[in-house]
């Protein structure tokens, strides 16, 4: 599992962003696949979740996730809840010691975010429709609810995929640009005419920075070209494989 150093700041709260490494899971979801909305046995899969709750000390029960559907909602978690009961939402943040707040990803950005002096944390799902919807804005919104401060709140992006791997389409910056011009700086010519290779990345960056958020750091980690150590929906696509699987990050406060 990997760690961004800002996070680990205070004694307060543990994270992780879990690599594809340590499960139980084979063929295209070897070995860690976390995401029951992928079409792995759910029986690995329960095993893969309890076995990456172990790498940080803490029991399955306590991992608590959403039904992520690339939505700006942000819910707050005043406990741990099992799978089926998860709400549709995108982001979710929490006081409580002891709930681990779970983000499943394969190319969209997983964040984490903390204010240790008010232990509040927070989590979010953001991809480049999530985050341009605000999703990042409405998980810092949540933190705040809750009693944090944005300087104070410490934000650490994870693994995803990469500025020189995303590739998209002619038509794909006119949205980002519209919502603001100085968007333009996330994308680069790519080597296909028309098409473009976008930060998302920084972009999540520049998001947060904008919601004034105090600290942001950013994985310098690639979900695309790193194979081994993560799973890729853009990969897939581009192989024509049927599915693929989920990665877990997670943050806890401690009790």
């Known amino acids: 599992m990997i760690t961004l150093s800002a996070l680990d700041g205070t004694e307060s709260v543990h994270h992780a962003f879990f690599t594809r490494e340590g499960g139980v899971s084979e063929g295209v979801y070897a070995s860690l696949n976390c995401g029951f909305g992928s079409r792995d046995d759910p029986a690995r899969v329960a095993e893969n979740r309890a076995r990456a709750m172990g ?4 029991p399955v029960s306590a991992l608590t996730t959403v039904h992520q559907e690339h939505t700006a909602r942000a819910v707050i978690a005043d406990r ?8 549709v939402a995108d982001a979710m943040a929490t006081a409580v010691p002891g709930v681990v707040l779970g983000i499943l990803t394969a190319d969209c950005a997983p964040v984490l975010l903390a204010d240790g002096e008010a232990r509040v944390i927070g ?3 953001a991809g480049w429709r999530g985050a341009s919807g605000g999703i990042l804005e409405a998980v810092v919104d949540a933190m705040e609810s809750l009693g944090a401060r944005r300087s104070r709140i410490v934000a650490a992006v994870g693994p995803c995929i990469a500025w020189e791997s995303y590739e998209v389409g002619p038509e794909f910056p006119a949205p980002l640009l519209s919502e603001n011009p100085d968007n333009a700086a996330f994308f680069v010519p790519a080597r296909r005419e028309g098409h473009f290779l976008f930060d998302l990345p920084g972009y999540a960056a520049r998001r947060l920075g904008r919601a004034e958020v105090g600290t942001v750091v950013r994985s310098s980690h690639d979900t695309l070209a790193e194979e081994d150590r993560f799973f890729s929906y853009r990969r897939t696509t581009l192989r024509g494989e049927a599915d693929y699987g989920r990665g877990l990050s997670a943050i806890v406060l401690a009790p």
């Open 55 to 58: 790498m940080i000390g803490m």
């Open 80 to 87: 741990a809840w099992s799978h089926g009961e998860a709400p």
């Open 123 to 125: 989590a979010a799902h």
